[in-house]
């Protein structure tokens, strides 16, 4: 009977990648291996056509071959019959072990040739620091306390007392692994004795219980630069949890939230302020005083006839951009106060005033003079 096509096998196309192929391979060596289907008297050889045909197009000088000449490459020695390919004779079982690993290799505390005692990197550690807008505008150094695991003093992070060295685990001779035969494949699990550690402590350190780590608050300096806005994350490398049996400390990282201000309202690098200004000066003109982030105060200059939401800038007055000499800029919005709470005398004037500036609106005026041709033409 001729030979299936190794893509049809498979149930993938001719450009399929690597992942889809290895995808596509774990779904079928899933559906047909023997454990599976007892009650099929074919699963067995359609398990091994389906592994002979991916120990074939995993590897790329097989799949090349096969792209070019199909079965025929692997047969009588090949097209160049000088040797050849022969995925028929394979060990069929180290196929499905590559998508075996990638299953189980976490349950199995890690892929092929990983040893049981392999050091293991320390945990990363997260703390929020809340800040205000002008320690965001100066930066600042910041002492900030941290608990985390780091290694045992007494045992100097073996486990053992007095740091004497672990023994080997009898039951998995240091791998870390045990292997158990079920049905038609080996299984390696993690190995019950020592964890997957690959040694054992007879004598555990009496400070850490065996752990090679303790708990402790330790107190850091960070330096926060200016220009940092909420979400800002600063990592303190090896400041993390210890990590086990001799592995690098991990990280620790310090975010950044800056509180709201009372006064600025921050966008990036500008800051907004909105100014209130009483009717007459903004009717007339003249300066105003304003705050600035660093503290300070700035003069500005009202334009006569300004009105609410005019915007003024004040060029390099707004924060710094992290770790450069650029700034943003301080954006004023005017909002015209109108006077309340009046005495008689400033309602007269105010009427006089009304009186006398029928053509200083120009703006009611426009609007006004719209609403009636509106209206006239809803008349007509």
Known sequence: ???????????????????????????????????????????????????????????????AAYDRY???????????????????????????????????????????????????????????????????????????????????????????????????????????????QQGFFTVERTCPTCSGRGQIITNPCASCAGSGRQQRERSLGVNIPAGVETGTRIRLAGEGEAGMRGGPTGDLYIFIEVEDHPIFEREGPNLFCRVPVSMTKAALGGEIEVPTIDGGKSRVKVPAGSQSSKQMRLKGKGMPAIRSNASGDLFLELAVETPVNLSSAQKDLLKEFEKLSENNSPESNDFFGKVKTFWDGMKG
Not at 14 to 25: I, T, V
Not at 29 to 53: C, G, I, S, Y
Not at 119 to 125: K, M, N, Q, W
């Open 70 to 180: 199909g079965h025929a490459a692997f047969e009588g020695g090949g097209p160049g019959g000088g040797g050849g390919f022969h995925p028929g004779g394979s060990d069929f079982g180290s196929a499905f072990s590559d998508v075996f690993d990638d299953l189980f290799g976490d349950f199995m505390g890690g892929g092929r040739g990983g040893g049981g005692q392999r050091a293991t990197r320390g945990s990363d550690l997260r703390y929020n620091l809340t800040i205000t807008l002008e320690e965001a505008f100066t930066g600042k150094q910041q002492n900030v306390t941290v608990s985390s695991s780091v290694a045992c003093d007494t045992c100097e992070g073996s486990g053992a007392e007095g740091g004497a060295e672990p023994s080997t685990c009898p039951t998995c001779s240091g791998m870390g692994k045990v292997r158990a």
């Open 1 to 63: 009977m001729a030979k299936r096509d190794y893509y049809d096998l498979l149930g993938v196309s001719k450009g399929a990648s690597e992942q889809e192929l290895k995808k596509a391979y774990r779904k079928k060596a899933m559906e047909l291996h023997p454990d599976r289907n007892k009650d099929n008297p074919d699963a067995e050889a359609q398990f091994k056509e389906v592994n002979e045909a991916y120990d074939v197009l995993k590897d790329g000088d097989k799949k």
